[in-house]
T-cell receptor, first 116, second 113 residues
């Protein structure tokens, strides 16, 4: 079974500052993928970034980077230079690579508010 | 651009009614999923399908069924709606292969009264 834990229900950050959203996971799969999604108040889920468990380097996509620490089973999202439009709910998710594990397992989310 | 569409953004139904939620994707994706989203619980998988006429139960299938007669369409059915099924329902699709992200529809907010 897979489990994702996001321990920060809500976070505040000042505009233009960096913020780290925490995510820890648990899985027995030797190979897996980790995802981050953003959900603005409008409701749509927007894919942000992906990290494979065997990727040598941490993933980056523009202002988003994933701080992947495999030994600690953590996959924190770092948003640099926060913007007001970054205010949203953020979900960490994972998928195993074995068997029929095609589905994502999601954490409970972190509500990020960017302050002007 | 991948498009996943859902038949309704908002839906209000009465207890005991049969409810159909429709999802259509236009990118020939093999896999399709239905989730429900509740505050503090994140997204929970109800059912998924990896091929036409194929389905697998997710974490919370009780009270729901699904249908996939065509590759692009995946329907969620509430056989007899109950108030505890009031929720946001999200459909998603993805290509085969486990490293690909899921693309989500806009969601249907269902209220059962």
């Amino acid at each position: 079974a897979q489990k994702i834990t996001q321990t920060q229900p809500g976070m505040f950050v000042q505009e233009k500052e960096a913020v780290t959203l925490d995510c820890t996971y648990d899985t027995s799969d030797p190979s897996y993928g980790l995802f981050w999604y953003k959900q603005p108040s409008s409701g749509e889920m927007i894919f942000l970034i992906y990290q494979g468990s065997y990727d040598q380097q941490n993933a980056t996509e523009g202002r988003y980077s994933l701080n992947f620490q495999k030994a600690r089973k953590s996959a924190n999202l770092v948003i640099s230079a926060s913007q007001l439009g970054d205010s949203a709910m953020y979900f960490c998710a994972m998928r195993g690579f074995s068997g029929s594990a095609r589905q994502l397992t999601f954490g409970s989310g972190t509500q990020l508010t960017v302050l002007p | 651009d991948v498009k996943v569409t859902q038949s309704s953004r908002y839906l209000v139904k009465r207890t005991g009614e049969k409810v159909f939620l429709e999802c259509v994707q236009d990118m020939d994706h093999e896999n399709m999923f239905w989730y429900r989203q509740d505050p503090g619980l994140g997204l929970r998988l109800i059912y998924f399908s990896y091929d036409v006429k194929m389905k697998e139960k997710g974490d919370i299938p009780e009270g729901y069924s699904v249908s996939r007669e065509k590759k692009e369409r995946f329907s969620l059915i509430l056989e007899s709606a109950s108030t505890n099924q009031t929720s946001m329902y999200l459909c998603a699709s993805t290509r085969g292969g486990t490293s690909y992200e899921q693309y989500f529809g806009p969601g249907t907010r269902l209220t059962v009264t």
